[in-house]
């Protein structure tokens, strides 16, 4: 993603409290943020690896309204929305809801059901998502092109619901991460090509990386039970229990079948630790 970023967040609280998309503020050394033609120091909050979304706040005032928060689940296949990034009103377009649909990403990461849109809004990391009534119903995430809508390919954004982060905002501002125990994670990238997973990334001195997992390998079960797809494979992982628990893969190197023992950890103690602006 580079050592640089930049994207969106919604303010959500009096206090300044702002969400945007986690991938923009991970593992970050310096963040600013602007607003109102005004740009302050900001730290991150807290991250919830679960959603894939961060709280970040500006170390300074920044004066601005919040947005009322709503939920995904409200909107329906079809109706009108709003996309909102920073900038003015170019940054504003109208869209519509064309899918609402299970989403899996190869970085270990599962939504239920996250919501697409059309046409796509040019600059979506952390783009707020808007219903009718001017309410928060989720954070932009991803473009995905060639995006299937029955039987026809179209440019989308997808969005995490903003409802997975409102129930732990409180346990993140004070603990900066869920209090529930973590999920285990192996510290891999795996692509899902017809069903065939294969890992496509390893990060060093990860779990997998320990186990002696490698690019190349199809993983083709969990304990030796048949994994299809990247959802079912990351909850089959998830289900074994918190982060520490050995998972057994079940994996296929140069035509030759294995089992590699992952003892999993925690993401966020793998993260790179940013410095307090």
Known sequence: LGTERSGHGVRIR?????????????????????????????????????????????????????????????????DAVTVMSSGGRSQVIEARVVAKQEFAGRWEYVLDQAIFTAPPHDSWSGAALVDGDNRLCGLGSLVIQGFQIRGTSTNVNMFVPIELLTPVIDEICAHGRRSS????????????????????????????????????????GIDDEPVVGLANMFRTMWSLG?????????????????????????RAGYQRKGTLQ
């Open 14 to 78: 009096d206090d300044g409290l702002i969400v945007t998309v986690g991938y923009v503020v991970h593992e970050a050394d310096n963040l600013w943020i602007g607003a109102n033609n005004a740009v302050v120091p900001g730290f991150v909050v807290g991250h919830d690896f679960d959603s894939g979304l961060a709280l970040i706040k500006p170390s300074l005032p920044l004066r601005g309204a919040r947005m009322e928060i709503s939920r995904a689940d409200s909107l329906k296949v079809g």
């Open 181 to 220: 125990p973590p999920r285990p994670w192996l510290g891999v990238l795996v692509h899902d090509d017809n069903h065939e997973l294969t890992v496509v990334g390893v990060y060093r001195n990860c779990p997998a990386d320990k186990a002696g997992l490698r690019p190349g390998d199809v993983i083709v």
């Open 242 to 266: 918190s982060a520490g628990v050995e998972v057994p893969l079940n994996v296929v190197r140069n035509t030759e079948r294995m089992e590699l023992r992952v003892r999993s950890g925690d």
